[in-house]
């Protein structure tokens, strides 16, 4: 660990995109606003939003820009970092609250250790969401990050800093995800190929406010997150053995697909029920820490409801992957694949056009 500069030298710039956010737009800024010490910069941007999100955030006194249709949060991010003259960008989602000492334990990380370029965090194991898909998607992504490894190979935009002047020397955020995606991790890609390092620091967590649906985390994972990132990891060359795409998750895809075609043979093939037995039974063993975890946090009911959710998703993570796979060999071969390297975004030019509001 190389030794950084006092935390009270970093400036700190919070950054919020932010489309039709509402209450919980409201409750995130708020939790902004409350910190201490506080950020020395509160950027809102918002993506053309309807719902008077920025002009709320104006009337509460915060530095606003405005894009007059909806670009993604990339996009919006993109312009905040421009905007913003601190040492470090805190990028914070506009559904999420943060804990009152979240700027200063981001300092502090930086301060520490000079070689570090970005740092990310988690959700907390207190959802704001009451109904069942939204815990359970929570404590998923709670436990997942809380068992990874510090060293992290991927960046997260929901909670996540990284210096200023790295930032922009990546080219910031891919702009052709001009909905909620990817963005983050591609961003994180790239960072760890230019040898940045980026932290997950554990004790950095966040409350996170999202209501989940069947359609909406459909959605979600297969389009915005699977098959894009399946396409990612294709064009990069490789997987990493980190978070969501870890050997244990592959091995996971494989038995679930596996069990599943045993079921639907043993009409005809009696036998080989047998096989989907112990399949299932690898499969719960492998991820037996994650289900304990449920049954310590929710009890014994939620535990068992959550199984075969995370089967579920499993097997669509799979049926993605192949979609995903399908559409670089596709884009390969009409010469439509996006390169690897990155050019700066639109957004981190002086000339973008855009609204502001302070």
């Known amino acids: 660990m190389s030794t950084g500069i006092p935390s009270s030298l970093l400036t700190v710039a919070v950054i919020v995109p932010v489309y039709n956010g509402g209450e919980r737009f409201r409750a995130s800024l708020g939790s902004i606003r409350q910190t201490v010490p506080p950020p020395d910069e509160v950027i809102v941007i918002g993506d053309g939003d309807t719902d008077g999100s920025s002009q709320y955030a104006e009337a509460a006194g915060v530095t606003v820009y405005r894009?007059?249709?909806p670009g993604g949060p990339g996009r919006a991010r993109n312009l905040g970092a421009t905007k913003a003259t601190s040492d470090l960008l805190f990028f914070i989602d506009a559904d999420v609250t943060v804990?009152?000492?979240?700027?200063?334990?981001?300092?502090?990380?930086?301060?520490?250790?000079?070689d570090v370029a970005a740092i990310i965090g988690s959700y907390d194991d207190q959802p704001g969401e009451s109904n069942f898909l939204s815990q359970y998607r929570n404590l998923l992504h709670h436990y997942v990050h809380q068992n990874a490894?510090?060293?992290?190979?991927?960046?997260?935009?929901?909670?996540?800093?990284?210096?200023?002047?790295?930032?922009?020397?990546?080219?910031?955020?891919?702009?052709?995800?001009?909905?909620?995606?990817?963005?983050?991790?591609?961003?994180g890609y790239r960072l760890k190929r230019a040898g940045h390092r980026i932290r997950l620091c554990k004790s950095l967590q966040v409350t996170h406010w999202?209501?989940?649906?069947?359609?909406?985390?459909?959605?979600?994972?297969?389009?915005?997150?699977?098959v894009p990132w399946t396409q990612l990891i294709h064009r990069h060359?490789?997987?990493?053995?980190?978070?969501?795409?870890?050997?244990?998750?592959?091995?996971?895809v494989m038995l679930v697909c596996g069990l599943l075609g045993a079921v639907l043979l043993a009409p005809w093939q009696p036998n080989i029920l047998v096989a989907a037995v112990v399949m299932g039974l690898i499969l719960f063993s492998l991820n037996v820490r994650l289900y304990r975890f449920f049954l310590e946090k929710r009890g014994f009911r939620f535990a068992a409801q959550s199984i075969p959710w995370h089967w579920l998703y499993f097997l669509y993570s799979g049926v993605a992957f192949a979609v995903g796979t399908?559409?670089?060999?596709?884009?390969?071969?009409?010469?439509g694949e996006k390169p690897a390297a990155f050019l700066p975004s639109e957004s981190l030019q002086p000339e973008s056009r855009v609204e502001k509001r302070e």
């Open 67 to 69: 894009f007059p249709h």
């Open 99 to 114: 804990p009152e000492n979240v700027i200063e334990q981001a300092r502090d990380v930086f301060a520490r250790d000079a």
């Open 149 to 187: 490894r510090e060293e992290a190979s991927t960046f997260w935009g929901a909670c996540g800093a990284i210096r200023r002047e790295v930032f922009l020397a990546m080219g910031g955020f891919d702009e052709t995800y001009r909905r909620p995606s990817i963005e983050d991790i591609e961003l």
């Open 210 to 226: 999202k209501r989940w649906t069947i359609a909406s985390m459909l959605q979600a994972d297969f389009f915005q997150r699977a």
């Open 237 to 252: 060359r490789g997987f990493v053995n980190d978070l969501n795409i870890g050997i244990s998750g592959r091995v996971s």
């Open 326 to 335: 399908a559409r670089y060999l596709v884009d390969r071969h009409r010469g």
